[in-house]
């Protein structure tokens, strides 16, 4: 897949160091656009920045929590700095909540996986959307899960905090549509990634489960992921607002 449209471009990735944000960095690099991912984990950040196999500098790492308001303007203003006004904001990172029920879930629990999940994408929003306004152009594409469709894909805080990140994202869309900002967000299903290595874990019991209940069979890449954000963020799709694209081997058919 290759879209000259990007080329130049600054894509701004929270979640870069692993997993579905790792890939979309990558994938973006690829197609010669200037990345910068935010993540907590510095040594994740440097594993990105090796795999883009990149010798234009076009990857920059900023270690940083998306909770953090002080790490989102260092990390706007070095994106800002180095590339210009960010196009393309891809609100990636997320944490699990380990299928824990209401009764289980502490208040710090709660509280950290709506920060993270939830705040977090509120917050870098904020301090992007602005420069995105000026250009009249930008695209956003948050992280859900089929968990922010139906149960059974978290716990309580992290179907919540999925749930909430659709709501957001489809106001988010209608408030500024108008001027030239188009924002949508994703929902994978079983997506082969650090976040699921207690699946594997063991007797990898729970991973093979979960391959049985999707109907396509089996556990899909993060690459596959980020090929759907390289189509939803490209012109071809301008059409596409407020919505939900889901990516999950036919879960959601059943
Ligand atoms: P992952 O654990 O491999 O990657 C998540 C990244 O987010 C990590 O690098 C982590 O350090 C980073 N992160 C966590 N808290 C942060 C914070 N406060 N500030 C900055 N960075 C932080 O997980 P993944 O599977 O790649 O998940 C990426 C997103 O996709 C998440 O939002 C997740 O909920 C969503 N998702 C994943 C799956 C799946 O099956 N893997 C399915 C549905 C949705």
Do not use: C
Not at 107 to 121: C, H, P, S
Not at 192 to 217: C, I, L, S
Request: aromatic share 8%; charged share 20%.
């Amino acid at each position: 897949m290759h879209f000259d449209e990007y080329v130049g471009k600054t894509i701004f990735v929270t979640g870069a160091a692993s997993g579905i944000g790792q890939a979309q960095a990558i994938a973006f690099v690829k197609q010669g656009a200037n990345v910068v991912g935010m993540d907590l984990d510095e040594v994740g950040l440097v594993n990105t920045a090796k795999k883009t196999n990149d010798s234009n500098g076009r990857f920059t790492a900023f270690t940083g929590d998306v909770t953090k308001t002080s790490d989102i303007i260092v990390a706007v203003k070095k994106a800002n700095k180095l590339f210009g006004a960010i196009d393309i904001l891809l609100n990636t990172a997320g944490i699990l909540d380990d299928y824990t029920p209401t009764l289980e879930t502490s208040e710090t629990l709660w509280d950290r996986v709506l920060a993270v999940n939830l705040k977090g994408i509120f917050l870098v929003t904020n301090h992007i959307l602005p420069q995105m306004l000026s250009q009249k152009y930008g695209v956003i594409i948050n992280m859900a899960s089929i968990a922010g469709m139906v149960a059974g894909g978290g716990g309580a805080a992290y179907t919540a905090s999925k749930h909430a990140i659709i709501g957001y994202t489809k106001q988010l869309d209608h408030d500024y549509i108008k001027q030239g900002i188009r924002a949508n967000a994703i929902a994978p299903g079983a997506i082969k990634t650090p976040m699921n290595a207690a699946d594997f874990a063991g007797d990898g019991k729970m991973a093979e489960w979960v391959e049985k209940e999707t109907p396509a069979g089996r556990w899909a890449k993060p690459e596959e992921v980020a090929s759907l954000t390289l189509f939803l963020a490209s012109k071809q799709a301008d059409y596409i607002h407020g919505t939900v694209m889901t990516i999950d081997g036919g879960w959601l058919e059943k």
